[in-house]
């Protein structure tokens, strides 16, 4: 049983929905686009479709999600490949890489979404997304892309809760952002390194890590994130991880002690974030 809290922000939620008539969403297959496709199937039914991006970096295993999760709930989906290499920005990793690519992608969807007679183009940011360094959401605000759950007051605990309450199975999906976000800014950002960091991180989730992220700095060093109560857990494979990497094309492999959190290469920003 949900708070009553937490329930005022569903109704607000789906009212806000309903209201908008018809969406196209953007659908990573993580846990606050699933829900908010579940949602706006409630209260939209087929008015309702989703979009699924199929890029350079966002890791095959979570399409092969997104696509399930449509297929099972009998979900209106189209997966579109795009280039993200053909994005001007894109490959020299400025500071507002993230407000380049979101304005190229959502732009494309916005004209997918007229095609296809849908009135609004919906995003799932929610309000934890407001307190982090988010360049690409000042694209989303130019482009007019609604964002329900940020207007509803959601937070990623909230999203969790509710999305466990009705019994989705990403309410306790760990967060993987962009893959882009794993270069420190400034460093070039190439398919194959994409795919380096992709393999390195299947492997990690092979091993039972849940949350975790393997940053690439100076060409071909790994700084490894986990929780810090993993760090002892991930010192425990060492050698196999170590061989691991090294056939990946890693050079050096660290074990960041700070452990886990969003946005680590945000931190050499400072005041300008």
């Not at 496709?37 to 092969?64: I, Y």
């Not at 393997?214 to 991930?234: C, F, Q, S, T, Y």
Request: hydrophobic share 40%.
């Amino acid at each position: 049983m949900i708070s009553e809290e937490l329930q005022h922000k569903q109704d607000i939620l789906e009212a806000y929905l309903q209201g908008l008539g018809s969406v196209m969403l953007a659908f990573s297959g993580g846990v606050d686009s699933t829900y908010l496709l579940h949602e706006a199937r409630k209260m939209l039914g087929d008015k309702a479709m989703a979009v699924t991006m199929n890029l350079a970096s966002v890791p095959e295993r979570e399409v092969a999600d997104a696509i399930d999760f449509c297929q099972k709930e009998g979900i209106r989906q189209k997966v579109i490949s795009m280039d993200q290499f053909k994005i001007e920005g894109f490959a020299e990793n400025p500071e507002n890489r993230c407000y380049l690519c979101k304005h190229f992608l959502f732009s494309t969807l916005k004209k997918l979404a007229v095609e296809e007679g849908f009135d609004y183009v919906i995003d799932g940011t929610n309000l934890n997304d407001a307190s982090q360094y988010r360049p690409g959401l000042k694209a989303l605000a130019e482009l007019d892309i609604k964002s329900p759950l940020r207007y509803a007051e959601l937070y990623k605990a909230d999203i969790r809760e509710l999305s466990r309450e009705v019994g989705l199975p990403t309410w306790s999906k760990p967060s993987f952002a962009c893959m882009a976000t794993r270069f420190p800014y400034g460093q070039t950002i190439t398919a194959d390194k994409l795919s380096m960091v992709e393999k390195a991180e299947d492997y990690l989730f092979s091993k039972g890590f849940k949350q975790f992220r393997v940053r690439l700095h100076d060409g071909n060093m790994a700084r490894i994130e986990v929780l810090p109560e993993n760090l002892l857990k991930l010192f425990g494979i060492h050698n196999e991880l170590l061989r691991v990497f090294k056939g990946l094309g890693f050079t050096y492999v660290t074990m960041d002690l700070a452990g886990y959190r969003m946005g680590s290469m945000d931190e050499v920003l400072g005041d300008k974030k």
